[in-house]
């Protein structure tokens, strides 16, 4: 019995696969770098400076890629909000913030509540006109129906 080949018995080269291989393992690295830059923390009060990664790569067809990747910080707590939940000092400043009332999305009026790290609700209100809040750092504030709430200087 003889046994059957496929075709002329050609033989798929081991190149293609060793590049994407290498280019896999290339993405991986500065993915993993990357991730590692942007989730670490910054001390309050600076702004954290460009981040430039350079990764090189020799393929064994000895023919070398450099990429550069520049990635910008992501911006600081922010002095307004509108309506979602933002963590203060994260998403938000702390502060004093107003807003000129309800931006008529919500049926009962501007809702907005305070709460701590925990999830325990530590204030709450509904507007139906201009109105303001406190909140701290490590606090959760959540507003619905709000026109936009802005920084009282």
């Known amino acids: 019995m003889e046994k059957e080949t496929s075709g002329t018995g050609h033989r798929w080269p081991l190149w293609p696969w060793l590049v994407l291989t290498v280019a896999g393992i290339v993405v991986t690295g500065v993915a993993a770098i990357v991730g590692t830059v942007a989730g670490s923390d910054s001390s309050e009060g600076e702004t954290p400076a460009a981040t430039r990664v350079t990764v090189t790569a020799t393929q064994f067809e000895t023919k070398t890629i450099t990429q550069t990747v520049t ?6 707590p922010l002095p307004s909000f509108s309506d979602g939940l933002f963590e203060v000092g994260v998403d938000v400043q702390p502060g004093t913030y107003r807003t000129e009332g309800p ?6 009026g501007c809702y907005w509540s305070r709460s701590g790290a925990d999830g325990d609700v530590i204030d709450n209100g509904v507007l139906n006109d201009q109105g303001s809040v406190n909140i701290r750092k490590g ?9 936009p709430w802005r920084r009282a200087p």
Not at 71 to 76: H, I, K, Q, S
Not at 103 to 108: E, F, P
């Open 71 to 76: 990635e910008t910080p992501p911006p600081g």
């Open 103 to 108: 931006s008529g999305g919500n049926a009962g």
């Open 139 to 147: 606090e959760r504030i959540d507003s619905a129906g709000c026109l």
